[in-house]
């Protein structure tokens, strides 16, 4: 699948943005998206009340918890304008600032040196094939002495399947495969792109970034609603977090 068909399938997901937005936006009224081993690294970051730069920003929901945390303004990047729509209502409806563009990542379309803080994630690093100048565009946005926060999905969870007896492999995908084709919600036919752990911590070393924390959990960041996968119940690791800071 090519980009274009990448897009029009990530459209099509985005809509569930809109479907479900009074559902969203009470979330996001009442509650932080933001899980644990996130804020326990963002909070010292957050209490300098940073500009953050949140590259491929989805439904919004993270922004808003962001500037609950501390943040100064939250800047979305989403090349799905059914999803930016969508965050920057909720985000006006709770007088919030965050503010959005419609834009692919990398080549952001923001000056140089404009954030403190780019926070990403949560099945964002999947849409992209060259993490190298993905890096190396976050860098760019970057004040000397900003942050790369990450919280994905591990490169390992494509290879886990959703048996609910006991965790198994996927006989028909490998680690060290380049891509495969998303057969499940969201992005049911599109092709995801992989890279090993060491591959992007690779690529951010590359950009000039130092590497300042990484850890891998068991806890998945997204679950399907009603399924109780047995690769999710802590022998497997399904997310990572990653910091970097830009030298000063």
Known sequence: MNRVENRNAWEAASKKHVHEYRELLEQARNSSSLVACELELLRPLLASRPVV????????????????????????????SVATLAAQRRADELGVDCRYVVAAVPGVPLRDGCTDLVYTGK???IWLRDLEVWAADVARLLRPGGHLFVHEGHPMVPLWTWDEDEPRIRPDRGYFERSHVN??????????????????????????LE???V??????????????AAAWRGQLPNTFTLLARKRS
């Open 53 to 80: 730069v949140h590259l491929q920003s989805g439904h919004g929901l993270d922004d808003i918890a962001l500037v609950a945390e501390g943040a100064r303004s939250v800047v979305g990047v989403d090349f799905s």
């Open 215 to 228: 850890a891998e959990h068991p806890e998945p960041f997204w679950k399907w609603d009603g399924l109780d």
């Open 123 to 125: 099945g964002a690093l």
């Open 183 to 208: 057969d499940t919600f969201p992005g049911n036919g599109a092709v995801e792109w992989q890279a090993t752990l060491a591959e992007i911590i690779t690529a951010v070393l590359g950009a000039g």
């Open 211 to 213: 590497l300042r924390h």
